[in-house]
Every structure is written in structure tokens, then in C-alpha cells.
């Protein structure tokens, strides 16, 4: 379908998207002349295309439209394959095909078998080709939209992805007529979809992903240290995602049925497939109202099913659900050596991130000082479902200019591969209590090398000589009991979550982050400084661990410049990309 | 990045204190962590810059949507000695 070519010789001009594929969903977004990040629907209007491929009399039907096939064609229809991608059959879950195609091994790779030309003939369709169909279908989607043929792509892939997958998928785009530039990882690229925002701040903060997709819900704790990213930890999760939650209200309903009717039907494949199908739209429609109905045309036996359910009922129903999605992020953040207080940000992506109750279970796990990025927490929120392909889309616009060796020289682990602080940098100041100094942190551990921070301190009252004393600061917990009130204001419903963490009648901990001192570095003194007058210190850490300090009076002259000598590198971090 | 201010003021020079040049090296950082960057956005960019061959090319996305202030960070951020 592309005009491109392999092997052309004159470079051709590069048009490139940002593309997310995922077991459920895929996206495709572009970035505009003015920079921006802008998800690009299809022909029928979607922006989240269901990635399944359907086929009838020879007839290939792709997103919503094959989605549909599900309860009429379901043995010619193809779903939930992404996963599947360079993997070997016996190493894969086949669960999430139950309802569709069923996944079959096939020489060394992994196959469907579908009628999919006009004969009657059952054909195979190793997962490469279904994959290359579907990027086919997404490229030219965006291709008709662009008004310009789409050949190259960024494309977004989940933090545990292999080798083998990272390679099938380029060579399966590749016979689509596109051209990865790059992969990156999802998280990664919502982070990026949120930097890239005009009114995005630039500031250390550690972040916590929780893509929260259909067939799984995959975690990263990120450290963004001058825009630069470093992922600390990650985990994978797939038994908690969008598809127990259809569950819940499929049961819900099923349940409903048989009260009146005496037949379950969930017992009937078509019966069933029709109510997942109706279930999932009921369960998004309570994202956005308080009530939403589900209506099903000759449900089982010929009879119609028509019900309504409240967001609160729902919400006690998937209780269990819902409780294991604040477990998951909890856990992330353990595995990271990290502790709640540190995380400045929650980033929700993924469709499943819709769910108002999901980020209201997590405003509670985390400080009031974290901020939860979520449509129901946040008015000015990204849609989390489309955050993997905006990342992907900007990523796009900053290397499709590059040579291909380019990117994948700078993307090598010989560029990648960075020693971080393990510990803040920072200097003294006097406290409230004279006694005692205050460590101030001006670069946070985890930042990858080189780097450099400035700080701006005041001075005594009168000015004169101060010291700045630089050292590591080591962030402590500090817990200690609060009497609980025994009125608390909050009505009694409200503490009837299941996964509700605090002790009854016990006494109320307070839990705070405070900085030990760590080792000293330096000391250097800057001297009249005039009244009011303010001192600026620079900490710059090399490549190689030495670390330089400046300070000076702001606005002055000269100064106190010294260094360190260099620091080892110890063993690697934990996390990486496994 | 902007530089951070801090309000409470630092100590009072001790009378004893001496140091050569006014500066006096003490300690040693911890050893550090060896982690992977993720190969990714406009910061990453101006990294890969330094450390490998990446060739220039003159051009900000995000400078052309983002308002003056972030224009001018990015376009210093882009600058090859930032971090
Ligand atoms: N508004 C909404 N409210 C609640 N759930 C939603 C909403 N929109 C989509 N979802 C759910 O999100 C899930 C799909 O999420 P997403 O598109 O991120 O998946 P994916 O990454 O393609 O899937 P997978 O996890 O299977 O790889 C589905 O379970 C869908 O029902
Ligand atoms: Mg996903």
C-alpha cells in the first residue's frame, strides 16, 4: 500500500508518527507544526482503535468494526495479540484469545487460523503478518489524514519487552511500509507527553507510572532529574486490569438475568461475547455519570436484557478490583527503595485510568503534596489513554531528522549506561533551633551524571562571612503517634473500603520525610557578604564522579571555587529495563 | 534549571576556621549507581550530544509551542553544558 519502496536509494522525505500498540487499543497521533502532540482518529472517528483485525468473505474489517465481529465471527476475528509478538508458543497465556482466533503454535513462531479470503479455505496468519496488517491499517489512517504517505514511526513498547519482540516488531512495521525509528518504553512516554506541555515545569520529581490497560497493568517508578529519565523499578501485572472490571459487571448483570429468566448467559459464547461487549461500555460510561444502563438485544433465548447500575454499587462490586490497583502501585513504589512521601507525581495511563474511584483510592494512599494526574483528580489532565502515543509522537518529531545509525548510536548502553548519585548533594542552613543545621538538597540522588545545580542561600541578618558546608543528605522517614481524634468528621460510610489501611481504634501515625546528614564534602567560606545580600553555590558532578564547587556572593565577583576528588562506581541499579 | 532558593540563611564562619583558598575538601561522594537513561526527549538529546556523535541539528519542537519562558529554558537547556 505504501509507495516507499525497501531498499530505495535517494532518501525519500520521512513522515513519522508516534504509534501505541497495545493488546486492546492502539493509538497513532502526529505532532503538529507548532509542536504539539495531537491524536489522529480514523476513518470512523476513533482515537483508541481497538487493535483486532476481522475478516469476512474475504473482507478485512480492523478496530471498532472488528470488535463488533466478536459476538457473530468471533473464530475469524483476531484480538489481544500484541503480547505474542517474538514470542515462543510455549512461553505465552493464550487466556486473553478465549473469546476470539485462538493463538496456535506454528513452526517457531505463533499463528492464527482464519478463513480470511473469499474461499473457504482457513488460512494462517502468523502473529507477524496480523501485526504488520494492523500498523498497515493505523499508517494509512494517518496517512489519509496527513494528506502525505506515513513511513516511519516511533513506537511505544511495554518495559519488559525482549529482544526477539523489540526485532519482530520492527521487521513486522517494516513490511507495513513503516520505519521504526525508535522504541521507546510506555511509561517513558507518557512522561514525555506530560513534559512537552507548554505549562510544564521543569523540576526533579520522582514519578510513578500506573498504566492501567485492559489485559495488564505495568508500573515504573521514574526518577526525571533535569528532564533527563532514569526508571528505578518496574513490575507487570496480569490479573489486574480493564477486563476484571468488565468481569465484575458481567457477573453483576449475568446474575440479574438469571433472577428473571433461569438462564445464564454467560454459559453461551455469542450470549456472553454480547455482554462482555455491552458490559465494557457500561463500565465507561460510569467513568464519566453516576449511573449508567446496559442493554442487550436478545441476550440469551431471544430475550432482551435492559438494566441500570449506579457508580456507587459498581464501585463496592469491583472493591476487590480496585483495591489491587493501589496494591500494585504501592508495591512499585516499595520495589524502587522508595517510600511514599518520595513520590512527587502519579502519572494514570492507559484506558483503564478513567476510573474516578481508581485515583480516589490513590489521593488517599499518597500525600496531599502528590499530585495524581488523572481526568477525576486533575481538570487539566491528558486523557490517559492516549499518553503512550503522544509521547511517541513527540519523540518522532525530535528524531526523524536524524540519520537511523544516529539514533541508534546515541540510543546504545555505551551512551545510556550512567552512574547516578546515590545520595543528595546539598548544603547546610541554620534551622529555627540554632543547635542544629538543616540540610537543604540541591541535586537529588538518582540524577545521572554530569550534572549541575545551583542554589541561591541567605545569609545572616547582618551579612558578614558564612560558611557553606556541602554534604549528602540521607532521607529519613520519621514516624511518630498522633492521638487519633475520636470524632473525625467523616461520615462512617465513607471508611467502608476494603482496602482502607488504617487501624481503627489504634493511634494515628504521622509520617514525615526528613534528611540525616550523610558524609561532608566541603566546606568554603565566602566572606562580607553584605547585609541582605544572598550566596550562590554551584555543585557540579563530572562524568567521572569529581564533583566542583562555586560560591560566591550573588551578583559579586571572584568567589571560592574547589573540587573533589572522584567517587566510585559501584555495582548497577536494580531496575534497568527488565 | 533555574536556580532553587533557599530562605534560611547559612552559618556564621566559625572564628577558628581555616582553609586554604578560602575552600576545604573533606570527604568523598558515595560511590554512584550505574543505571540506564532512557534514550528519550529533548534533554536526552543534548546528552547524547556530548557523550557520542550525535550531530546538531538546529531545531526545538518544544520551543515553538511553549511559551517565552520555557523557550528560553529549552533553547538553554539545548545549550551543550546545562547538565
Ligand atoms: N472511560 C473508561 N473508563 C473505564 N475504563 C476504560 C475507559 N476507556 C477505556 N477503558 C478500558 O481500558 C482498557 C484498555 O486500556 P488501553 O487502551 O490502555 O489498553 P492496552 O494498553 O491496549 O491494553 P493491554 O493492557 O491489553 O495491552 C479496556 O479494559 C477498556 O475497557
Ligand atoms: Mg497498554
Redesign the pocket.
Known sequence: MSSQEDGEISSPEITAIGI?F?????SIAYTSGEGKAEVIANEEGDR?IP?VLSYIEGEEYHGTQAKSQLVRNSRNTIA?F??YLGKDFDSIDPT?CHASAHPQKHESTIAFSVQDKESEAQNIVTVSEITTRHIRRLASSASDFLGKSVNAAVITVPTNVTDEQREALSEAAKAAGVDVLQMISEPTAAVLAYDARPEAILKDKIIVVA???????DMAVVASRGGVYSILSTSHDYET???Q??QVLIDHFAKEFIKKNKTDPRENERSLAKLKLEA?AT??A???GGNASCSVESLADGIDFSSTINRTRYELLAGKVFGAFTRLIEEAVRKADLDILDVDEVIL????S??PKISQNLQRLFPPTTRILSPSTLPTAID??SLSARGAAIQASLVQEFEKEDIEQSTHPMVTVTPHLRNAIGVMVVSEDVQKGLFSALIEKETAVPCRRTGLFAVPREGGDVVVKICEGLRDIKVSKKEKPKTNGKPASDDSDLDSDEDEDGDEEIREKVWKIGAVLAEAAVKGVKKGGKVEVTIKVEADLAVQVEAREAGGKGGVRGSLGKARVAENGSAGSG | MAAVQFSLPLPVLPQDWVGEKDFKAIGQLSSATQRNIEPVGPHFLAHARRVSKLPLINRNIFAATNSDLQQKRHQRTFSEDDR
Open positions: 501505541s497495545g493488546n486492546s487499543n492502539s483508541q487493535s489481544y500484541r503480547d486473553p498504566d492501567l490497560g485492559g489485559t495488564r497493568s486490569a480493564g477486563v472490571l468488565d465494557e463500565k465507561k460510569l467513568s464519566l495511563s492507559g484506558g483503564t478513567h476510573t490517559p489513554s
